[in-house]
T-cell receptor, first 114, second 108 residues
Framework: EPEVTQTPSHQVTQMGQEVILRCVPI?????FYWYRQILGQKVEFLVS????????KSEIFDDQFSVERPDGSNFTLKIRSTKLEDSAMYFC????????????FGAGTRLSVL | KNEVEQSPQNLTAQEGEFITINCSYS?????LHWLQQHPGGGIVSLFM???GKKKHGRLIATINIQEKHSSLHITASHPRDSAVYIC??????????FGKGTHLIIQP
């Protein structure tokens, strides 16, 4: 069965450093999402992406965050200058048709900011 | 902003029992998702509902749009069903709003 792939599984970084989290969505999917889950808390929506542009973003997704689909297969989340509070599990998801289909989630990247 | 409430927060049951997890939300939606999160953190989508009822194996999900309420049922529960079950809703836009999840433990 096709799956969403995320790399790395765990990223450790120093406060203030830039990180890029990578995702390979399922190949015929058109909608792409990033979510985060701070340890012990609920999952939160960050951003959705369709037709090569952001379609919606939450208030969490400030100027420190950006997303890109550089080559038609990868979907990346960049955090420019990480803060301690960015430590969380980051999930990528994709779906074919947001009106009809479930979202398929990757296994997540655990980001630890020291 | 939609508020998504799940009950119970924690549920421990014996193998074979019929399980019900409830979800209510405050604002009208276009779709409701049920998700399963395993101890390692991975998330699996179980159902997407906009009306009525869906069944997959031992799992059944129902939604009542008028009452802004959905239930997830597990029949003949098994220890491998132990996980966190999460309800999430989508309004007019893309992003899902998630509940805090129900921690389910099925004891042999």
């Amino acid at each position: 069965e096709p799956e969403v792939t995320q790399t790395p599984s765990h990223q450790v970084t120093q406060m203030g450093q830039e990180v890029i989290l990578r995702c390979v969505p399922i190949s015929n999917h058109l909608y792409f999402y990033w979510y985060r889950q701070i340890l012990g808390q609920k999952v939160e929506f960050l951003v959705s992406f369709y037709n090569n542009e952001i379609s919606e973003k939450s208030e969490i997704f400030d100027d420190q965050f950006s997303v890109e689909r550089p080559d038609g297969s990868n979907f990346t989340l960049k955090i420019r200058s990480t803060k301690l509070e960015d430590s969380a599990m980051y999930f990528c998801a994709s779906c074919r048709d947001r009106q009809r289909n479930i979202q398929y989630f990757g296994a997540g990247t655990r980001l630890s900011v020291l | 902003k939609n508020e998504v409430e799940q009950s119970p927060q924690n549920l421990t049951a014996q193998e074979g029992e019929f399980i019900t997890i409830n979800c209510s939300y405050s604002v009208g939606i276009s779709a409701l998702h049920w998700l399963q999160q395993h101890p390692g953190g991975g998330i699996v989508s179980l159902f997407m509902l906009s009306s009525g009822k869906k069944k997959h194996g031992r799992l059944i999900a129902t939604i009542n749009i008028q009452e802004k309420h959905s239930s997830l049922h597990i029949t003949a529960s098994h220890p491998r069903d132990s996980a966190v079950y999460i309800c999430a809703v989508r309004g007019g836009a893309d992003g899902l709003t998630f509940g805090k999840g129900t921690h389910l433990i099925i004891q042999p």
